[in-house]
């Protein structure tokens, strides 16, 4: 065995030396010289290699490259890529942001639909109200002239442009500070008081109910008309048959 020979088997195989292997470091010093190096080196190499690992070190380095993808991902090119957490808590923040934003536009058109709603219902025990004043009005049952009512309409600026069947009452009454036509239908089903109010416009049309009675609200040209009935009640008809039979004048 020559030097070459014994330094390339000690480099595939340095921690056991074959008997001919030995044989030849015993008489050449140089070989001898260049092995024990070579056990050194490989003592301090296998005493870095034995520095202890955190046991979760794998777990760790897994979940830093998952948040480098997803930075990479959310982060543009222009931006700093080492904040992979403070992008996440941007987004967060968008979303709780734009959460709150939905949450007070509900809260607002909750708070106006509450507002409208009691504002309806005012209006509705108003014209109940004013109807049980004139209580006596819903138990006539003789139809008067087709001359009275049309004095009472045009009393308030309205022209009558048909026979309205079945009126037992015509008044001109004031609903605040405004006057009014204030007729009873009699029908089938009970009587029903119209309030026809030209002068007076009270917003969005609706239908409520207050104790036995129902109101529905509709509006005209100019003003509006309320139809009072009890709750059991078709309005509709009666609603259709009024609005087709007057037409308001210009005021
Ligand atoms: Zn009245």
């Known amino acids: ?20 292997l030995s044989e030849h470091k015993q008489q050449c010093k140089d070989c001898q010289r ?23 070190l794998a777990a760790k380095i897994m979940l ?5 993808q997803t930075a990479d991902q959310e982060v543009s090119e222009a931006e700093p890529k080492i904040v992979p957490l403070k992008s996440k808590s941007k987004t967060f923040r968008q979303f709780i ?31 109940v109200q004013h109807m049980e004043h004139e209580a006596h009005s819903l138990v006539l049952e003789e139809p008067i002239s087709v001359g009275r009512v049309g004095f009472t309409l045009n009393n308030v600026g309205i022209k009558p442009m048909a026979e309205l069947a079945n009126v037992t009452y015509a008044a001109n009454c004031v609903i605040e500070d405004k006057m009014v036509a204030h007729l009873v239908v009699k ?43 009890p709750k059991s009640l078709n309005l509709e008809p009666i609603q259709q048959q009024v609005m087709q039979s007057v037409d308001v004048l210009q005021i």
């Not at 089938?188 to 109910?209: N, W």
Request: charged share 15%; glycine share 6%.
């Open 1 to 20: 065995m020559n030097c070459l020979e014994f330094r390339r088997v000690v480099l595939e195989e340095p921690q056991q030396l074959p008997p001919a």
């Open 34 to 56: 260049y092995y024990t190096q070579l056990q050194e080196q490989e003592a301090l190499l296998m005493e870095a290699l034995a520095v202890p690992v955190p046991e979760d």
């Open 64 to 68: 830093q490259c998952s948040f480098d």
């Open 97 to 127: 942001g734009g959460f709150a934003v939905a949450a007070s536009v509900m809260m607002g058109v909750v708070f106006w639909q509450a507002h409208l709603n009691s504002e309806q219902q005012q209006l509705t025990e108003m014209f």
């Open 187 to 229: 029908t089938d089903q009970g009587p029903v008081t119209v309030l026809l109010m030209p002068h007076k416009q009270f917003g969005d049309e609706f239908a409520e109910e207050a104790k036995q009675w129902q109101v529905a609200l509709t509006n005209m040209k100019q003003g509006s008309v309320a139809f009072i009935g």
